[in-house]
Structures are given as structure tokens and as C-alpha cells.
């Protein structure tokens, strides 16, 4: 047996991870369009003014604002002189009594300062309008460079390119960017009892990971015995992140610390955090590479998961902690009681639905070793430290979880 | 100039979607490590039990509770027998007196029914364990079919099949399933401004198709003639959806809707809804499939997608209208006013953002053409049809946008 472990917290966990030596993911340039999802490692500045001219709001007429002053008294005609469309220039300038047909998105042309909505005049004979309103100054006009200017920074280094983002890159054509590489990370379950070449544990991290970015290895299954564990850990160092599943309790064949314990250069940083479930996951160094032990109860595997790997993941791209969750609050459907575990931080899995009441969080009951309280979840209610109740109706942040 | 629109509200406008005619679509079997995100077609019903055995759910000792039973007053010792580990079976069932070393997941010895946990005790000599107090019954048990049974329903006929559902699906030796048929989704481009080959605006709603389960297919551009955009129509009708952008406005080369109505059964079902921006939508049926006009401006692209054709992909595939929405609620941070179009539906761009004080929905000013809006919104707020004022610090609705 064992010894007992010296549970740090989770403050202290995230802490010691940070300062182990985990050295920063470098930078990559890639196409905009293979960009989706990517980290921004630089500020994108853009080069182009949008839109490039004074462009047209609404189908109308571009006109001289000062012809229409005195529209509302005595109602005065215009002069179609021009048609303008979208990606179009006028041939000419606009000159007094004068309009031009403009088509949403179009230029007007050099004199013009105002658009008369098509909706709000008429036509006279074949090439007057009439207009019975003033239109005011830069009505129905959307200015030069009103949505980027040049030199505007359209999208801050660290953020995480969404489709609009890469939407926006491409009208702006910038045809390529700098991002943060990917962290590969390396996925090994052990256990003489798995028998699948991928665990169920280890698809759901592989997705995971590719959802925050990652991308995942799989390393398929090490048995329990240490030459095997350390034999397969060696291979998973050429990732920039290690996570094991399992072997990491107080049993006798729980060879996940003695397997870092055993290496050249051992650091095993902590092993147990005061987390339930997931308390006995652990972090050590191998090589320069950080190894995350994550408990092998499903639930516990996602805690630990959610709590020790994302911090990681986003400590090694150089980015805040906080930006590791999606968090929502939500009111809380049923209490809940942590009588057992009081100075742990308690996660319970929740079921988040909108209701006309706003979102509520329905806990989801069921044994840390239980898939179907996990594929019936949306995410996790996280009880502090201290917590030893939280009251039905109460608002809680809840820890979103992909799908 | 084209007759003034004759708008529709927009649940009129999800009423005759409804109710156009538009086939369902079909299902078919795929491997389960293939149906990430896809809708199943199916109630998914067990064939085995998990666990499959009672099993701990600690390392320790199997034990006989009552061998226990006044372990409390009189300490008692077990004889330590055999070692079982997950995945074995004990050799014999277990005796008076006796004890087996079981590891986290081992099945229980016949006749164990309580495990002792491996701190809560200590050896003494070679084989034996002494008892201190009493293992009620049950103690860190885990039940055979405590998670799923025979006949169970594992995972719902409608569910999106998220990460956990299919490691679920995996544990549960279930190597393929009936799945809605993606829905393909065609995209046609109007406009002869257009010179990128692919449009931003084509970029990012083949983005969030494909988040929204769908296959989209990018057709180009169409030039400003009635030819071209049929021609391009006929092509589009290998798809399940057509959506076209741009050209749908009320100025001269708003041609959509005429290519609609100049096709040999032409149903062009409405035009124009009681929504901004978006307004100038519409929705036509050809040849049986569904034709969904959007507007050019990417907000009005935007929030024709997301009220219009993600309702018409939920129809299509038998869902209800409200599944196709992912909303939360959140504080607004600054007021709202909508004078100016009171029976209209106004949407809202916002930026939501966990604070302490829970989620805050900022507006994103900026006119419906700006792209940059767009960047910066994670959502839409929707004020309904009679709303003219939204008051800072109100709870609202915000409608998430995918990333």
C-alpha cells in the first residue's frame, strides 16, 4: 500500500504547474482560410479602409443634401443623371439639381452627400424625381472607412479566430497570419483490463483536446506494469503534453507516480488535489514535458481534465487561466449537499436548459464511475472549498463542457 | 422600383416554411466513431449491463458486512485470500472471515457485499486485515447495472450526438447507428461587385452550416442577370436548401425574386419580414426544395441565417423550431431603443461575458453592413415585435452565435 497523499489545492495546483518550466508553444504562419479555431500570435492591423468610399446604406438616389433644404415647403425636382452599382465609380461628380441611382453598397459619386431612399420619392417623366422631404446631411451614408480604418487593430493577438474573424481576414484580404502552433498532446490509458485499442476515455479527450485547439495523439494502452508504462511514456515525450488515464490511485498496481518517480530526472510536482471527484490526479516533469495523471473513473478523468489540462493548455499558449472555460450562470434546480468533502472543491454534473425563468442547472446524479450521468450533462457546478450546501434556486457559474 | 415589400412576422414566415412542402430528410447507418454531431434517428436501447458486475469503487478489501458488524466495540481480523483487479474474476466466492484485495473497478468476490477502503484499515503479518468498525452493506459498491441496464435508454432518438455519446456508445460495443442524413445546404452568391471566388459571407455561413450539421456547397457567384442566377438556381437544386445572398432588396438588379417567379412552377412564398435588420428575406420553393433569400449586408446575412434557415434545417429534419437555437440569459449593459421600427422584430448585436455578476451582454454598435460588429458579437438579443425600449441591468434572451 501506498502512503496517503498530500493533497495540494487547486489554486496550488494551477500554480505549480505554471512554474514547473513548461516552455511556450512558438508561433506559426498559416492561411487565412486554414486558420478556423487558431490562436492569434499577433495584433492584425489592417492595410484597407472599409468600406473604401462613402457608399449607399439602401437603394435610393445619392444626392446633394443642400438641393432638398427647402423640399418640405416647396417640393423640387432632380435630374437623373447616372446609374452607380456596388464595385462601380461614377463617371462623374454631382452637380446642382442633380442625382444618381444608387444600388445598396454603391459609391457615390464626388459632390454627393446624402442618399434619398427609393421608397420616399417619386418618378417624373423619364428622368426626374420628385422630393417632398429634406434629407439631411449623410442620410442613408455609410462613410469611408466607418467600419476599419487603416491602421485599425481588427482582431487582437490571443484571440481565438471564429468563422466571422476569418470572414473578416478575407474582405480585408489578408491572405495569411501568424498563430499560435498547436499543442500536440499525448493520450495514454493504462490498465491490464482495457481490451479496445482506444478507450472510451481517450475518444472523449481526443475530441476535447481538438476542441480547445489541441491536437490529440493517441497512444493506446500501456498494462500495468512499470517497464511498460515508462517504455510507452518515453514515446508520449515527443508531444508537448502528456496526459495519462488511470494507475494513479492508491492501489498496487497504480505505477503512474513510481513509472515518473523511476526516470532519470524525476519530478513528480504534486500528486493528489483537493478535488472531488479527481483528487488523485497528479503532475509531473519528464524531459522538459509536462505529464498530467488523470484518475481513470470517467468522471473523475473529466475533471481533471477540465480543471488541471485546460490551465496547462492555455498556460503554455501564454494565455490567462480564465480564458480556459466557458462559463454561464444559471439558477440551481435541486440543492446540493458536500457534507463528506469540505475542504475539497466538489464538482457535480449539471444539465443547463434555458427556460423562460432563464438557465437552470439540474444536477445530474450519479457514481463518479457513471457514462450516463456524463452524456446526460452539459456541464459543471464547482462548490468552493469551504461549500457544504448550496441552496435550491441559488445562482451558480456553471463550467460549460463541449459536446 | 419593384413594389413595396408586403412583410410577413416572422413566425408567419416559420409557419409557411412549415408548412411549404419541404420533404424530410432520410436516415442512414454510420459507424459510431464516424457520428460525432450527428442527430440520431433511433432510440439507442442497451443490449449489456454497465457495470456488468458489482464492482468497488475504491481499492481496498471485499469483505462480508456482517463479519463486521460489531467491528466497532470488538476489532476483528480478515484473512486476506486473493487479489482481484478490474477485468479478472475472483477463483472462489468469499468466506466467513474472509477478505479479498480488490482494486477501483474489480468485480466483487460471490457472497462480498460491502468493500472495506484500503486507508481505513491496516495489515497485520502476512494475510490479515484488521477492522475497526462496521462496512455497512453497500459500502463503496457499485451495483451490476447501476449505470446502464438491459433495455435501457441510453441516448435519445433527436440527440446531437456529442463526444461523451459516443464514448458511451463505444463502451456499450455499439459500432454503428441510424443517423439523420446531413442536410446540403448549396450557396449562390449574387452580385456583379463580387470578385473574391468565394464571398466572406459564403465563407462563414459554410462555417456555421457545417457546425449546424450540415454539408454546405459553395456555387460561386452569379453575375446581375436573370440567366445566370436561374442557371445557377438549377444547379443549386441538387442540394436539400438553396440560400442565395444578396439581390433581394428593392433596388433595379434585385433580381432574385423575379428569377423565382419566371421558373416554370414558380412559389415564391414570401417576401419580406418583419425583421431587422434582415427585412428584405425571402423564401421561394423550386422543383420541391427550399429557396431562402438573404440579404446582402453581412448583419442582415447573419440574422436572415440564423431566424430563418436554422428553423428551416430543424423542419427539414424533423426537430423542433426551438431546438434549433443555443440561448442564454444575460444582464444588458446599456439601454436599447427601437423607435424606429416598432412592428418589427429588432436584433441586436452583443458581446456576452461572464463577470462576477454573471453574464453581461454588451451591444455592439454599428450599422448592419459593418463586418467588424460582427468580430465582436458572441450573440444576437432580440426584441420582439412591440418592444421600443430595452432598460440597461434588463434580463434578456441573447441567441449564441457558433464561433
Given at each position: 500500500?501506498?502512503?496517503p ?18 516552455e511556450?508553444l512558438e508561433?506559426e ?16 492591423v ?10 449607399t ?19 423640387v ?24 441611382y444608387?444600388?445598396t453598397?454603391?459609391?457615390?459619386p ?12 417619386r418618378p ?8 417632398r ?10 462613410r ?8 485599425d487593430?481588427?482582431?487582437p493577438?490571443?484571440?481565438t479566430?471564429?468563422s ?8 480585408l ?12 498532446v ?14 472510451p476515455?481517450?475518444?472523449?479527450l ?9 491536437v ?23 508531444a ?9 490511485s ?13 526516470a ?10 483537493k478535488i472531488k471527484?479527481?483528487r ?5 516533469m ?7 495523471m ?11 481534465f ?23 450562470t444559471?439558477k440551481?434546480?435541486?440543492s446540493?449537499?458536500f ?10 454534473f ?12 439540474h444536477p445530474i446524479?450519479g ?29 451558480v457559474?456553471?463550467?460549460m463542457?463541449?459536446?
Amino acid at each position: 500500500m501506498r502512503q496517503p497523499f498530500s493533497y495540494v489545492s487547486v489554486s496550488e495546483a494551477w500554480d505549480k504547474m505554471a512554474k514547473a518550466g513548461v516552455e511556450l508553444l512558438e508561433s506559426e504562419r498559416v492561411s487565412t482560410h486554414e486558420a478556423l479555431g487558431r490562436i492569434l500570435a499577433e495584433n492584425v492591423v489592417s492595410q484597407t479602409r472599409i468600406p473604401r468610399d462613402d457608399i449607399t446604406h439602401y437603394d435610393g438616389y445619392a444626392i446633394r443634401s443642400l438641393d432638398t433644404s427647402n423640399a418640405g415647403v416647396n417640393p423640387v425636382l432632380l435630374k437623373v443623371v447616372g446609374k452607380i452599382y456596388p464595385g462601380e465609380r461614377a463617371r462623374s461628380g454631382i452637380q446642382e439639381g442633380e442625382a444618381f441611382y444608387v444600388a445598396t453598397g454603391a459609391p457615390l459619386p464626388d459632390g454627393s452627400d446624402a442618399v434619398l431612399a427609393l421608397e420616399m420619392t417619386r418618378p417624373v417623366g423619364n428622368d426626374r424625381i420628385e422630393v417632398r422631404a429634406e434629407v439631411r446631411l449623410g442620410e442613408h451614408v455609410i462613410r469611408a472607412g466607418a467600419d476599419v480604418e487603416i491602421g485599425d487593430i481588427v482582431l487582437p493577438k490571443g484571440k481565438t479566430l471564429s468563422s466571422q474573424d476569418i470572414a473578416l481576414l478575407a474582405l480585408l484580404k489578408i491572405e495569411s497570419i501568424e498563430v499560435l502552433k498547436k499543442p500536440v498532446v499525448s493520450i495514454l490509458s493504462i490498465g491490464d483490463e482495457l481490451v479496445d485499442k482506444m478507450s472510451p476515455h481517450s475518444f472523449l479527450l481526443s475530441r476535447w483536446i481538438e476542441f480547445h485547439g489541441g491536437v490529440p495523439i493517441d497512444l493506446g494502452i500501456a498494462r500495468d506494469n512499470i517497464n511498460d508504462i515508462r517504455n510507452k511514456l518515453l514515446e508520449a515525450l515527443k508531444a508537448d503534453v502528456v496526459l495519462t488515464i488511470g494507475a494513479c490511485s492508491m492501489g498496487e498496481k497504480d505505477l503512474m507516480a513510481d513509472a515518473i518517480k523511476s526516470a532519470a530526472e524525476p519530478r513528480l510536482i504534486f500528486h493528489g488535489v483537493k478535488i472531488k471527484p479527481g483528487r488523485v490526479s497528479g503532475f509531473g516533469m519528464l524531459s522538459g514535458k509536462p505529464i498530467v495523471m488523470l484518475p481513470g473513473l470517467i468522471q473523475s478523468t473529466i475533471v481533471g481534465f477540465h480543471f488541471l489540462v485546460l490551465p496547462l493548455l492555455q498556460s503554455i499558449r501564454g494565455l490567462p487561466l480564465s480564458s480556459a472555460w466557458n462559463t454561464v450562470t444559471a439558477k440551481l434546480a435541486e440543492s446540493l449537499d458536500f457534507r463528506k468533502f469540505t475542504p475539497f472543491k466538489k464538482a457535480t454534473f449539471v444539465k443547463v436548459e434555458q427556460t423562460s425563468d432563464g438557465l437552470v442547472a439540474h444536477p445530474i446524479r450519479g457514481d463518479s464511475s457513471f457514462f450516463t450521468t456524463v452524456t446526460k450533462a452539459n456541464g459543471i457546478v464547482m462548490a468552493q472549498e469551504n461549500v457544504t450546501h448550496i441552496e435550491k434556486d441559488e445562482i451558480v457559474v456553471v463550467h460549460m463542457l463541449p459536446n
